[in-house]
């Protein structure tokens, strides 16, 4: 006789290392812009696996094609060509009229990538110690080089010494740039989000963009964007900086592109699309069959469903019910990004959130403390978004109230 399934399975770990803060959810399956947990508890995702799931879960055409290519090859090693890589890299150069691409799994390893680009650059024009402008609340990635990058003494505590040859600045102010990289000839390359995800959801002024395009062209400096986060249509163009009319000389992408099965990407411009030769750089998962096929299915999906008009209308939407609901109430500073791309931004700290709006069946994060994220799926309805904003609202004017 079989026994009974329990009534309430356990979302618990222990033989995994606590890297996690996690919630007490395991999530079993998903359809669209909802998943369900083991429980059989349903959600509605504004967090898309942290601006991952592109197409939503599920999605027919994607899942079509991933069941096609697992049945061919999966993985075959970078010794050997992948036709599939040039299917894909065809397609980013032309989205983003940059030259060729470099295939890696993760942003980490992407950013890690362009750093290594830039340095090469650098050795290449004989500078010995080449340097690097990142930002303040910028955020790249765990690596240690990576780490160094980032702006956010709280992830990088622990873990010196960091990586010499960054200089820091705070976004959008040209004259602060100037003043900080004034005199050095060692600086090869500025490195930045377009919007700054982990860092608060911090957009870069398109002005500011067209002003580090001239400075860099003018100095010879690389003009480096991460746009692993806030790229592949989230924000209603390809990339996030396509807003202002740029093109930078190295773009890591990852996260969207290959909905929820790793891709990382480096898109290389004309000034650094030969920097690396064979032996510079390398990777064993990187641009595999499978992860190759996700992205290109996904690129596909999102020009045959209108996508990334989607996410302007329903970002927009969502924006202005979230200001509408909030608006004049203490506590509620600004809501800010573009596309399915937003933070909002209270007085005080809100993780509690996080928990609170998962209980009522909304995911949703929180970063920098007192702001709350969202990047769901660009397939998210205006009356998906509603339903985010009749969760989420009550929430905040609760917390924004508790001890004033």
Not at 74 to 85: E, T
Not at 138 to 144: L, M, P, T
Not at 160 to 184: M, Y
Not at 295 to 315: D, F, H, K, S, Y
Request: aromatic share 6%.
């Amino acid at each position: 006789m079989t026994a009974a399934p329990p009534d309430h399975i356990e979302a618990t770990s222990p033989h995994v290392m606590n890297t996690y803060g996690r919630l007490p959810i395991a999530l079993s399956h998903g359809q669209g812009c909802r998943v369900w947990d083991v429980n059989g508890k349903s959600y509605l995702d504004a967090l898309g696996g942290i601006a991952v799931n592109t197409v939503g879960h599920n999605h027919p055409k994607l899942v079509a094609a991933l069941r096609d290519q697992v049945g061919k090859i999966i993985h075959s090693s970078n010794y050997y060509h992948v036709p599939l890589q040039e299917t894909l890299a065809a397609k980013l150069v032309e989205l983003s009229g940059l030259e060729n691409v470099f295939f890696c799994s993760t942003g980490l390893e992407a950013n890690e990538a362009a750093l290594k680009l830039a340095r090469k650059f650098g050795h290449d024009k004989g500078i010995e110690r080449p340097e690097i402008v990142v930002y303040e609340k910028a955020f790249h990635g765990r690596s240690i080089a990576t780490l160094s990058a980032t702006g956010n003494p709280k992830v990088q505590a622990g873990f010196g010494p960091l990586v010499e040859g960054f200089i820091r600045v705070p976004i959008n102010d040209i004259n602060e740039l100037k003043v900080a990289t004034e005199g050095n000839p060692n600086v090869v390359a500025v490195f930045f989000e377009a919007i700054q995800g982990e860092g608060g959801v911090h957009p870069m002024d398109n002005a500011y963009l067209q002003q580090v395009r001239a400075l860099c062209d003018e100095r010879d400096w690389l003009l480096m964007i991460d746009e692993v986060q806030c790229g592949m249509g989230r924000t209603g163009k390809w990339f996030a900086h396509q807003w202002a009319g740029i093109k930078p000389d190295v773009m890591p992408l990852a996260k969207g592109l290959g909905s929820g099965v790793p891709v990382g990407a480096v898109v290389a411009g004309p000034k650094a699309a030969h920097i690396f030769g064979p032996g510079n750089h390398g990777t064993t998962f990187g641009g595999n069959p499978l992860a190759m096929r996700a992205g290109v299915e996904t690129i596909r999906i999102m020009e045959e469903e209108g996508l990334m008009a989607n996410a302007v209308v329903v970002g927009d939407h969502l924006q202005a019910a979230l200001r509408r609901e909030l608006g004049g109430v203490p506590g509620f500073k600004e809501v800010r990004g573009k596309g399915l791309m937003l933070g909002v931004e209270l007085t005080k700290p809100c993780g509690v959130l996080v928990s609170r709006a998962a209980e009522n069946g909304l995911l949703i994060s929180v970063t920098a403390d007192t702001v709350i994220r969202m990047v769901p799926s660009l397939i998210m309805t205006t009356a998906e978004a509603d339903e985010v904003v009749a969760i989420l609202c009550p929430l905040i004017k609760q917390l924004l109230q508790e001890g004033a």
